[in-house]
């Protein structure tokens, strides 16, 4: 009798324990996606910006590969294109101003001018995966966390892959990797700011090699506009090809529901 109400009680206490934690994990994950900005969970639909962008300045940083057009072509018909970007909490999309056809028309079939547009297009869509909260797992994510020497580890599952996330003891994710994996992995900076975490630097390998020389790394700055905080200042380099594209969004504006 004495075994059976010893066995009883830790069966009992080895549920409580196992609730205690599962319930412990959910709050944690609930409380680190609170730390981060996410404008578009709050009233923000859309933003739109001029895209300021040097193509002689972007040439002294990237290897030239002879398909965008000569300098003269560069000059006259590519830089004085005003392109804007339109940001929405789904999609990103730049726009020339121009048709289908007065594109193609351009040196090479509008060659620079499609690179630009792709370059703007996928740093945006990373920092836009940072504003939607979209980095951490969606709450109700059945996770695990734990302590780390950085501050904690959280782990959990997409479809058949173990993930493992390292964040720093606010809370600041610093890594995503499949667990046991070195190399297929991304790693990612944050700054505090009033309304949250702002994501200001994004690393991950191409390929899913992140030894230096094949990652594409991508770091921004703010600026505010209507109360929220929206990329200023954003800079794409890739290691593997050389290649550094700097961009400046201005003339932003806003539209927020009421």
């Known amino acids: 009798m004495r075994l059976f109400c010893s066995t009883l009680v830790f069966s009992l206490c080895a549920a409580f ?21 996410a404008p578009f969970e709050r009233n923000l639909q859309s933003f739109n910006c001029a895209v300021e962008f040097n193509w ?14 000569t300098d003269e072509e560069i000059a006259k018909l590519i830089q004085p294109i005003r392109n804007r970007v339109t940001v929405t909490r789904q999609n990103v999309a730049v726009s020339a101003g121009m ?24 740093s945006l869509n990373n920092w836009l995966a940072a504003s939607n909260n979209a980095m951490l797992p969606p709450e109700g994510t059945p996770a695990h966390v734990e302590p780390s020497t950085s501050g904690y580890k959280l782990e959990f599952k997409i479809q058949t892959f173990d ?17 046991g994996s070195a190399s297929d992995r991304r790693e990612t900076d944050f700054r505090p700011s009033p309304q949250g975490f702002l994501l200001t630097s994004f690393r991950q390998g191409e390929d899913g090699d992140f030894r230096p020389g094949k990652r594409i790394i991508l770091t921004y700055t703010y600026q505010s506009v209507g109360g929220f905080q ?26 927020a529901a009421k």
């Open 17 to 37: 324990c196992h609730a205690q934690t599962a319930t412990d994990d959910a709050t944690f994950l609930k409380q680190a996606r609170a730390k981060y900005d």
């Open 56 to 69: 002689k300045q972007h040439f002294t940083e990237a290897v030239r590969l002879g398909d965008e057009g």
């Open 99 to 122: 048709t289908e056809g007065e594109v193609n028309k351009l040196p090479h079939g509008g060659m620079a001018e499609g690179l630009l547009e792709h370059a703007v297009q996928f």
């Open 163 to 179: 993930v493992e996330m390292l964040l720093t003891r606010d809370m600041s994710l610093q890594s995503e990797a499949a667990k």
């Open 230 to 255: 929206l990329p200023e200042q954003v800079v794409i380099n890739r290691e593997s090809h050389h290649e550094v594209w700097h961009y400046k969004l201005t003339d932003c504006n806003v539209q």
